[in-house]
């Protein structure tokens, strides 16, 4: 159904960074998400009243705000869709990331809503009046909402939306609710124990749980959580595919929304390539991450001098001093200046963030195994971080 719905309704599908494309789709999943859940509504409404059931009413109200959701998710994804302009020149895809922090808004509020109106029902319970039709329709409801669930997650991960994924979370909470009012339809059969209000607790206790997730998903969105580790590897993949090309560091990937990815890395090159001729390379790499990839890369070379024996048996003395200290640490950049009576070691020391040294503290140490080997090394350290 999904497939048939794209190729429908979205002419050239597969250019998924065209902002005007993953308008579409958002489009698409909006009107779906709003035509599925007022009809789900106006079903459990019914329903929900003539039972009496406090947890169908309120899991009916529940998929009003979804329908209210996909309402805004249309009109952020309109927003989102807008050309860069002189204010906002990195585009406007982030507002993906503003409906995400929307739609779990409005779930807080309805879980909240629901929490105090079943809690009341625990306290005073009312009979809950069962009918077959009342569960074939809960049934169908959760049918409903198990597709929503898997058309937003096929769509979501299609553009990678964010979006997109939080509607699919919030249509996997609703399938619990709806089976848990369910659930307290048919125990109303059986026991006169307020299990229309437990069941609604539940519920809202989920809903919260559904709310807080996408919060704590989007916040490390727009905090700038790292890349993903795959699209990392491609990168350094493009990047090393050239012999000439000996290493890769210092790479950061910024994304202003998806479709939208900035990034930045130096490449090694031996310092006795022809200038022109590497600067062509560069070049020629940076094209290509952005034909494939749909990033704009920009990329410093780094000339390394790897034929000098003095140097590399100072390299692999340094390598020697790291891993000894911890295995995490990399070092780049590196270079040494030969004065009369002491050898500068120049580089750059990559620091993962779970080591609890200090610079001051790392420095220490590496000068203290150095000086064990000849006290005519000197270093000069730049820390870093590894930002992938």
């Not at 005007?20 to 489009?27: E, P, S």
């Not at 704590?216 to 000439?244: Q, Y």
């Not at 490449?267 to 062509?280: G, N, R």
């Not at 390394?304 to 100072?314: G, H, K, S």
């Amino acid at each position: 159904m999904t497939k048939f719905l794209v190729r429908t309704f979205i002419k050239d599908s597969e250019n998924v960074t065209d902002l005007r494309v993953r308008g579409k789709y958002g489009t698409l999943s909006s009107i779906v998400g709003i035509i599925c859940n007022i009809l789900l509504f106006a079903l459990k409404y019914t329903i929900g009243t003539l039972s009496n059931s406090i947890s169908i009413v309120s899991d009916a109200f529940n998929n009003l705000s979804d329908g209210a959701s996909c309402i805004v998710t249309l009109l952020g994804y309109k927003m989102a869709a807008k050309p860069a302009d002189k204010n906002h020149p990195f585009g406007h895809g982030r507002m993906e990331y503003l409906v995400s922090l929307i739609i779990a808004a409005v779930i807080l509020v309805m879980g909240l809503e629901l929490l105090q109106d079943s809690f009341n029902k625990v306290l005073h319970p009312e009979d809950v009046k069962f009918s077959v039709a009342a569960l074939i329709a809960l049934i169908a409801s959760i049918g409903v909402k198990l597709w929503m669930s898997v058309f937003n997650t096929q769509l979501g991960n299609k553009i990678n939306s964010s979006a997109m994924l939080a509607t699919a979370k919030d249509s996997r909470s609703d399938v619990f609710a709806t089976a848990a009012a369910a659930l307290a339809l048919i125990c109303s059969t059986v026991t006169d124990f307020p299990i229309d209000g437990i069941m609604g607790l539940l519920v809202s206790v989920l809903i919260l749980k559904a709310g807080l997730e996408i919060i704590k998903d989007t916040v490390d969105e727009l905090l700038g959580k790292p890349a993903d580790p795959e699209l990392i590897e491609k990168i350094r993949g493009i990047v090393c595919s050239d012999e000439r090309i000996i290493g890769v560091h210092d790479m950061i990937i910024h994304s202003y929304g998806p479709g939208n990815i900035i990034g930045s890395c130096h490449a090694e090159v031996k310092s006795t390539e022809d200038f022109v001729a590497a600067h062509d390379l560069i070049d020629r790499i940076e094209h290509e991450i952005h034909k494939k990839l749909k990033i704009a890369m920009t990329i410093h070379m780094d000339p390394i001098e790897v034929d000098n024996e003095q140097i590399n048996a100072c390299r692999r003395l340094l390598a020697d001093i790291l891993s000894g200290i911890n295995d995490g640490l990399k070092f780049h950049d590196f270079r040494t200046v030969t004065g009369d009576t002491h050898v500068n070691l120049i580089f750059d020391l990559v620091v993962p963030f779970e080591i609890d040294y200090s610079d001051d503290e790392l420095k220490s140490m590496i000068d203290e195994e150095l000086s064990r080997e000849s006290t005519k090394y000197y270093t000069v350290i730049t820390f870093d971080r590894d930002y992938t």
